[in-house]
C-alpha cells in the first residue's frame, strides 16, 4: 500500500478532447509527479509540484498541465488530445519524512481514439 | 539529462533459478529506486538504495555509486517475480526519476 491513489481506472478518449485525471495522497506527501508510460517503455517525467506551485517539468508541451491542492491532492490536465498521448499515466508522492523515495499510484490507462 | 540503461532487456528462468539485473547509469545519483511492474501496471517498491546494500527476502540490491551502476538479485525465482523491474535515478537538484527500459523477467513454472 503506497498511499497513493489515482482515478479514474481507465478512460477512453476521442482525438481533440481534453482529460483531467486525479491523484490523491496522504497527509504530508507534499511532493507529487507525474509520468507518462508509453506501451513497452519505461516511464517518463511531466512534471512535479511542491507546495502547489510547479517546481520541475520535462519535455511535455503546454497542453499537458497540472494542480495541487492543500489537501495533497493533484490533477492532471491534457488538452488537444492526441493519438500519442494513449498511455498509462502514473501519480507518484513523496512523504516529507522520506527526502527523495518516490512511491507510485496505481496509473490511470488514456486511450485516445 | 543523465542516461539509465537496464540489462539484460528480456530474461526467461526455470522456476527456483536465481538472476542478476544490471542497471547502469551516467552520472552521480543521490536516489536509485528499484520498483517491479505488475501486469496491471502498480509500480511497486522494491529497494531505495542510492548506495550500498540491502536485502529484502529473497530480494538483494546492491548500489556501487563510485561506479555508477547497480544490481537486482532475486533468489529461487517464483512465477510471481514475472514482470518488469526498472531502475531509475535522480541526480543534482532535480528530483524526477529517470528510468530505464526496464528488465521483462519471465519465470516458469
Known amino acids: 500500500e503506497t498511499g497513493v491513489t489515482q482515478s479514474p481506472t481507465h478512460l477512453i478518449k476521442t482525438r481533440g478532447q481534453q482529460v483531467t485525471l486525479r491523484c490523491s495522497s496522504q497527509s504530508g506527501h507534499n511532493t507529487v509527479s507525474w509520468y507518462q508510460q508509453a506501451l513497452g517503455q519505461g516511464p517518463q517525467f511531466i512534471f512535479q509540484y511542491y507546495r502547489e506551485e510547479e517546481n520541475g517539468r520535462g519535455n511535455f508541451p503546454p497542453r499537458f498541465s497540472g494542480l495541487q491542492f492543500p489537501n495533497y491532492s493533484s490533477e492532471l490536465n491534457v488538452n488537444a488530445l492526441e493519438l500519442d498521448d494513449s498511455a498509462l499515466y502514473l501519480c507518484a508522492a513523496r512523504p516529507s519524512g522520506k527526502y527523495n523515495e518516490q512511491f507510485f499510484g496505481p496509473g490511470t490507462r488514456l486511450t485516445v481514439l | 539529462g543523465i542516461q539509465v540503461e537496464q540489462s539484460p532487456p528480456d530474461l526467461i528462468l526455470q522456476e527456483g533459478a536465481n538472476s542478476t539485473l544490471r542497471c547502469n547509469f551516467s552520472d552521480s545519483v543521490n536516489n536509485l529506486q528499484w520498483f517491479h511492474q505488475n501486469p496491471w501496471g502498480q509500480l511497486i517498491n522494491l529497494f531505495y538504495i542510492p548506495s550500498g546494500t540491502k536485502q529484502n527476502g529473497r530480494l538483494s540490491a546492491t548500489t556501487v555509486a563510485t561506479e555508477r551502476y547497480s544490481l537486482l538479485y532475486i533468489s529461487s525465482s517464483q512465477t510471481t517475480d514475472s514482470g518488469v523491474y526498472f531502475c531509475?535515478?535522480?541526480?543534482?537538484?532535480?528530483?524526477?526519476?529517470?528510468f530505464g527500459s526496464g528488465t521483462q523477467l519471465t519465470v516458469l513454472p
Open positions: 531509475a535515478v535522480a541526480s543534482g537538484s532535480a528530483r524526477q526519476l529517470t
